[in-house]
C-alpha cells in the first residue's frame, strides 16, 4: 500500500504543480485570480476525447490540438472579457466564477452529463519495489516533468522569463524599465492556460470525463497555492506534491476517503490561513516584490 500511495501522490502533485504554477503566473503578473482556470483543464480533457473518440485522430495530434485551441480560446476570454476589468479585482473574480460556470453548462450541452473516458495511450506495467507502475502513469509523470522543466528555463534563462519576473516582483518598476506590462500579462495568459489544457490532456487516460471535473482540481489547487504562498512559484511545486501526499494517505488509509479529499484539503488550506497567512514561502515572496 505504501508503494501505491507514493506513486498516486507523485502523478497527482505533477497535475496539480502545473495547474497551481499557471494560476500562480497569472496572478503574479496580472494579479488576476481565475476561478475557470481549472475549467480550461476540463476543456483540455475533453478536446482529447473528442479528437480520439469522435474525430478518430492520433493521440498526439489530438493533444496538440486541444492544447492549442484551448490556449487561444482562453487569450481570446482574457482579451474581451478579463482585460478590459483587470484593474477592478472583485469584478475579475466574480467574472471568471461566471466563465467557470458557463464553459461547465456548455460541456453539459456538447457532451451531456455522461461519463466518459479516453483509452490509455499505452497497455501494460512493471513492477517497482512490489508496486505495479502501469506505463501510462510513468508517461504522464515524465511528460509533466518534462514540462516543468521546460517552465523553468522559459522562466530563468529567456527575456520573455525576466520580463514576466520583474512583472510579478514589481509592476511599476518594470514599466519605467521599459517592459510592455499589458504585453507581459496577455504572454502569461497563454502560458497559464496553455498548462491548464496540457494538464488536461495529459491526465485524460487516468480519470473519468464529465462535466463538473473542474471542481476538484480547484479546490485542491486553491489549497497548494494557499500552502505555498499565493504567488510564489516555487511554493506552488512544493505545495502541489505536499497536497498529493496528503490526498492519497486520507484515500487508501481512511475508509471512504475518497469522498473526504476535498473536505480535508479545505481543511488543511483553512489550518494554513489561520496558523501561517502568508504560507510557506509568501514572506520570501513578498520580500522579493
Not at 43 to 57: D, E, F, N, P, R
Not at 166 to 178: R, Y
Not at 222 to 229: D, E, I, N, P, S
Request: with cysteine.
Amino acid at each position: 500500500m505504501l508503494q501505491d500511495i507514493v506513486i498516486t501522490a507523485i502523478i497527482n502533485g505533477s497535475i496539480y504543480a502545473l495547474l497551481a504554477i499557471g494560476f500562480s503566473l497569472i496572478f503574479g503578473v496580472a494579479r488576476i485570480i481565475n476561478i475557470a482556470h481549472t475549467a480550461f483543464f476540463m476543456v483540455g480533457a475533453y478536446g482529447i476525447y473528442l479528437g480520439t473518440q469522435i474525430l478518430s485522430l492520433s493521440p498526439v495530434v489530438s493533444m496538440v490540438g486541444s492544447t492549442v485551441l484551448v490556449t487561444l480560446l482562453g487569450l481570446f476570454l482574457y482579451k474581451f472579457l478579463i482585460d478590459p476589468i483587470r484593474e477592478h479585482e472583485a469584478a475579475v473574480l466574480i467574472a471568471t466564477i461566471a466563465l467557470a460556470i458557463s464553459i461547465q453548462e456548455a460541456m453539459v450541452l456538447l457532451f451531456f452529463a455522461n461519463y466518459v473516458s479516453v483509452p490509455s495511450l499505452l497497455e501494460g506495467f512493471f513492477t517497482l519495489f512490489g508496486a505495479k507502475v502501469f506505463y501510462q502513469q510513468l508517461i504522464t509523470f515524465l511528460t509533466v516533468l518534462g514540462v516543468l522543466i521546460a517552465l523553468w528555463l522559459l522562466l530563468m534563462k529567456t527575456k520573455l522569463g525576466i520580463a514576466i519576473r520583474c512583472t510579478a516582483q514589481d509592476k511599476e518598476v518594470a514599466n519605467l524599465m521599459g517592459i510592455n506590462e499589458s504585453r507581459v500579462a496577455m504572454y502569461t495568459t497563454l502560458i497559464s492556460v496553455g498548462l491548464a489544457s496540457f494538464a488536461g490532456a495529459v491526465v485524460v487516460p487516468l480519470t473519468t470525463l464529465h462535466p463538473y471535473m473542474w471542481m476538484h482540481p480547484l479546490v485542491m489547487m486553491m489549497a497548494v497555492v494557499v500552502l505555498g504562498g499565493l504567488g510564489s512559484l516555487k511554493g506552488s511545486f512544493i505545495g502541489a506534491y505536499i497536497m498529493g501526499f496528503a490526498e492519497s494517505l486520507v484515500v487508501f488509509l481512511i475508509p471512504k476517503g475518497s469522498f473526504l479529499k476535498s473536505a480535508v484539503a479545505l481543511s488543511i488550506m483553512i489550518v494554513i490561513l489561520l496558523i501561517r497567512p502568508e504560507g510557506l514561502f509568501g514572506v520570501k515572496f513578498e520580500e522579493e516584490r
